[in-house]
């Protein structure tokens, strides 16, 4: 099975709105605190002192085949709906859900693409204590190797989801792991949007783009395309 949104259950149906605060720090300014944000990022994470980090912006289409597009697009909209939502980023979903819409016709989807060069990744051998995680699933702290390092609270992350009308955000990293011959490769989506309900099910806010794993010990909301 490929990859496919995954919403954790709602099990006691808590109300969570599109106010983020992390999201919010960044509306006001949201191309220069994504390209400010993402250089940082890039700067702390530099492995050479003898060559300088090299950051592209690109865009380039995505064929919707390999992000799941159905399963974000039942989750964008039945946030639309969602009690939990206001009339301000109501429409700021349906504006999402119509470029959802015209991707599925068109079989891609243009997106926003940041690389960088001589730097050392993104880890995912420590697990919970490693960058991987720190970047793609922790709320309010980030993991830095030296006390220098800029952006300590975990804030930053959040420029990328203000800068989008689907509060959706693919990451990608690759890494060395003990050589420079065992490369490791890590890919994930992350989707903020609000508490919602897909038929009588109820689901939380945030959902990740993963390869659901062969045994389900809790029922989780995963839509494949």
């Not at 990744?121 to 991987?132: F, H, L, P, V, Y």
């Amino acid at each position: 099975m490929g990859y496919c949104w995954r919403f954790a259950p709602n099990t006691a149906e808590e109300s969570e709105g599109p106010n983020n605060a992390g999201i919010s720090t960044f509306t006001n300014d949201r191309a220069g605190g994504l390209v400010r944000e993402f250089l940082q990022n890039s700067i702390d994470a530099r492995a050479s002192k003898e060559c300088p980090v090299e950051v592209w912006f690109s865009v380039e289409e995505i064929p919707v085949s390999d992000i799941d597009i159905e399963g974000l697009r039942k989750s964008l909209k039945a946030s639309c709906e969602s009690p939990d939502n206001d009339e301000r980023h109501k429409k700021q979903f349906e504006r999402g859900a119509r470029v959802l819409d015209r991707a599925a016709q068109e079989g891609f989807i243009a997106a926003l693409v940041v690389t960088d060069s001589n730097t050392i990744g993104a880890s995912d051998e420590k697990g919970r204590e490693d960058k991987w995680h720190s970047l793609t699933k922790t709320v309010g702290k980030s993991h830095k190797d030296t006390q220098d390092s800029g952006g300590s609270f975990g804030i930053g992350k959040h420029a990328a989801f203000a800068a989008a009308d689907l509060r959706t955000v693919l990451y990608s990293t690759a890494y060395y792991r003990n050589s420079s011959e065992d490369l490791q490769r890590r890919f994930t989506g992350k989707s903020i949007l609000v508490s919602h309900k897909l038929g009588e099910d109820a689901f939380r806010a945030t959902g990740y783009l993963e390869s659901p794993p062969p045994v389900l010990d809790v029922k989780y909301h995963y839509i494949s395309g």
